[in-house]
């Protein structure tokens, strides 16, 4: 599977992607319009 590429600028709202959480469920950036405050957390080496 390929991921398309977008470059992000400092200062620049993040696009809007939709990952799996750890229970399968599809979240999306969107989902957490609003808050305050969203952490990403990319582990590659979680299986």
């Known amino acids: ?3 398309a590429m977008h470059k ?9 992607f939709t990952l799996r959480n750890f ?3 599809n979240v999306s950036l969107s ?3 609003g808050k305050k405050n969203v952490l990403i957390v990319f582990n ?4």
Not at 44 to 47: D, Y
């Open 1 to 3: 599977m390929r991921l």
């Open 8 to 16: 992000v600028q400092l200062n620049m709202d993040a696009p809007d």
């Open 23 to 25: 229970q399968g469920e």
């Open 31 to 33: 989902d957490f319009q």
């Open 44 to 47: 590659r080496g979680f299986t």
